[in-house]
């Protein structure tokens, strides 16, 4: 693919001959146009530098669009507008603008055995919902891994139960997280846990819950306090409103978002990268480049680099793996509904893992006297639920839903499926590893060349966080020298936040 008869040829650059070089204005092609890849886009384009975005869908967004079927809008996963980076919060209303996002309380709690638990946990209401017994039993488990800890706390499995004790962990981490992945929780880098639980502990949560009220107005007035959040901003439409008003934004400044356009080849000489090949109804088209933007998966990135790299850098990529998702919306009368922006399901015996309320975060999503359930299942692509048909996967999103006793099968009025491929990174035991020789290989051989996103850097960004590894590189791009790689390995709970922080991640 580099550059044969039948390519066509999208500007006047020469391959060889990148503007930024001859001091021209960076000619950027950005890879993907969801978060990361817009708002890309959106910062260059505020410079008055516009760019090519490549986008294999049909739609923007990425896993942040927002899906609409005879009327009906779904979340795909759910996406709080909640952020500890400020300039991410000021873009989100800078894009958007305020009157489009609506306020709404945060809220979310586990099932399990018919009852229902807040989430995160909340260690005095979990302790109560189980009973005095049991609670006492998770009190001494707990006690017991402070004084002899898991021994292997690299996986999920022991970071979770170090902190929680093993009961605790058994009841409320480990099956939900095995539905997520499909592999034993043992087989979970407790990066994962790192990511979501950050440095929460039993100890913590009740000693937050009992402290006595001067010490927290005390601490308060020192602004130590960290707090869970209790409302975050939305999208009245869903994400995809975001993304959707981005991309009028940037083409209105002269950028290119090309829908349906698959990236097959990024070709680099001379230590650069120079021109990508995107395919767009098979025909090709080389798009010459001063530097590329990269939020497609990394390793079919450095799959796609003509020449290729070293065998052991190919062996990397093609070991990293991927979850995929699904969504069952089912649509019921709104008092089947539930107060809930979404319900975790720890329940072994049903396979979805969790349920949107989808008419919870936001009412012009559904449709006046009723509501739509967003059951999601966690797969792999090509395996028995993704290639199920949708008529099967709503007769069995309606039977878990009855089976959960959420709902009763026969108020379920209509029904809908969407399915989303690499939705996941895959955390296992070589992932990081993998990473870690791809990195090297890019940072060598293509400098110019910025992984950015979730699964552009095949790390469990938040929205948030893909959106800043974004700014940070047009940054970059422009002669600062951040490292993008620092963003999103804070220590705290990423839904926490400091009362004095000023919304900024650690970078280098």
Not at 9 to 37: K, L, M, N
Not at 308 to 316: D, Q, R, Y
Not at 338 to 362: E, L, T
Not at 449 to 477: C, K, W
Request: hydrophobic share 40%.
């Amino acid at each position: 693919m580099g550059g044969g008869d039948g390519i066509e040829r999208a500007g006047d650059q020469p391959a060889g001959g990148p503007a930024a070089a001859s001091g021209g204005a960076p000619e950027t092609v950005i890879i993907g146009a969801g978060p990361a890849g817009l708002t890309a886009a959106y910062e260059l384009a505020k410079r008055g530098i516009t760019s090519t975005v490549l986008e294999a869908d049909d739609v923007v967004g990425g896993i942040s669009r927002t899906v609409e079927r005879d009327g009906w809008r779904f979340d795909i996963g759910g996406h709080r507008f909640f952020t500890k980076v400020r300039v991410v919060d000021d873009l989100w209303f800078e894009i958007l603008g305020r009157d489009e996002f609506l306020r709404r309380p945060r809220m979310s709690r586990i099932l399990y055995r018919g009852k229902l638990y807040d989430y995160p946990i909340a260690p005095l209401n979990a302790l109560r919902n189980l009973g005095f017994v049991e609670a006492v039993r998770c009190v001494l488990s707990y006690v017991w891994v402070r004084i002899k800890p898991p021994r292997d706390q690299t996986t999920f499995e022991g970071f979770t139960a170090s902190r929680f004790g093993w009961r605790l962990y058994r009841t409320f981490f480990k099956t939900y997280t095995e539905k997520v992945w499909g592999v034993p929780a043992t087989e979970i880098q407790a990066d994962w846990g790192a990511q979501r639980i950050k440095n929460l502990s039993l100890f913590r949560a009740v000693w937050e819950a009992l402290k006595p009220k001067g010490l927290k107005a005390r601490q308060g007035r020192e602004k130590q306090v960290t707090s869970l959040i209790e409302e975050f901003n939305y999208p009245k439409y869903g994400p995809g409103m975001m993304w959707e008003r981005a991309t009028e934004l940037v083409t209105a400044r002269g950028t290119k978002v090309l829908l349906g356009t698959g990236v097959t080849t990024v070709h680099h000489d001379g230590g650069r990268a120079v021109a990508v090949t995107a395919e767009h109804a098979g025909v090709p088209t080389r798009y010459p480049c001063t530097h590329v933007i990269s939020s497609m998966p990394l390793g079919q990135l450095v799959e796609a680099m003509v020449p290729p790299p070293p065998p052991e850098v190919l062996a990397a990529a093609r070991a990293l793996t991927y979850r995929d998702f699904m969504t069952v919306a089912l649509v019921v009368p709104e008092d089947a509904g539930f107060p809930d922006n979404w319900v975790y399901i720890h329940d072994p015996d049903v396979a979805v893992g969790r349920v949107q309320n989808f008419g919870s975060w936001s009412p012009f999503m559904v449709k006046e006297g009723r509501t739509c359930l967003g059951l999601e299942f966690f797969v792999d692509e090509g395996d028995d639920m993704w290639t199920k048909s949708d008529e099967a996967l709503v007769e069995q999103g309606k039977r878990e839903l009855e089976a959960l006793g959420l709902v009763d099968a026969s108020r379920v009025e209509a029904g809908y499926v969407v399915r989303i491929p690499k939705a996941y990174p895959m955390y296992d035991d070589t992932y990081k590893a993998n990473v870690q020789v791809m990195r090297e290989w890019l940072e060598a051989n293509v400098p110019n060349v910025f992984p950015v996103g979730r699964n552009g850097m095949h790390r469990y960004n938040n929205q948030d966080h893909s959106m800043y590894t974004a700014m940070l590189s047009v940054e970059n791009i422009l002669g600062a020298t951040h490292d993008v790689w620092a963003v999103n390995v804070e220590a705290e709970y990423h839904e926490e936040r400091h009362e004095d922080s000023e919304g900024t991640e650690p970078i280098g």
